[in-house]
């Protein structure tokens, strides 16, 4: 990992890195809206004068809302949405819990197709 580096005027901004080789990588999974919405935004950009690819975005992307967590700490947009995400998460978890089951009359929870552990 790089630490974070001071941006052009010398605030609280990462870079990303630009155009060079990458010995690192990750694998992401996006939904088909989420892909064609990031398509979208590069597309965005050529029109703004800004060309990129959808990496460059993602990087982008990365030290933006790593520096606002850098600088905001948990009142960032990054950690407001996660937190967010994590609440209605455990909402939605608790309101399965108390509501009805999908387990057999042994407890067990269904299988993903259909079949409870029991009756395998």
């Given at each position: 990992?790089?630490?974070?580096?001071?941006?052009?005027?010398?605030?609280?901004?990462?870079?990303?890195?630009?155009?060079?080789?990458?010995?690192?990588?990750?694998?992401?999974?996006?939904?088909?809206?989420?892909?064609?919405?990031?398509?979208?935004?590069?597309?965005?950009?050529?029109?703004?004068?800004?060309?990129?690819?959808?990496?460059?975005?993602?990087?982008?992307?990365?030290?933006?809302?790593?520096?606002?967590?850098?600088?905001?700490?948990?009142?960032?947009?990054?950690?407001?949405?996660i937190a967010s995400s994590?609440?209605?998460?455990?909402?939605?978890?608790?309101?399965?819990?108390?509501?009805?089951?999908?387990?057999?009359?042994?407890?067990?929870?269904?299988?993903?197709?259909?079949?409870?552990?029991?009756?395998?």
């Amino acid at each position: 990992m790089r630490p974070a580096a001071p941006g052009p005027d010398g605030g609280d901004q990462r870079r990303a890195s630009g155009r060079e080789k990458h010995t690192q990588k990750i694998t992401v999974y996006l939904s088909a809206e989420e892909l064609l919405d990031l398509e979208r935004a590069r597309l965005a950009l050529l029109r703004y004068g800004a060309a990129a690819d959808r990496g460059r975005i993602v990087r982008e992307a990365i030290a933006v809302l790593l520096a606002d967590l850098d600088a905001r700490g948990k009142d960032s947009l990054l950690a407001r949405r996660i937190a967010s995400s994590n609440s209605a998460l455990s909402d939605h978890a608790l309101s399965d819990h108390a509501g009805s089951s999908n387990a057999d009359s042994n407890g067990a929870p269904d299988q993903p197709n259909g079949t409870s552990e029991s009756a395998l």
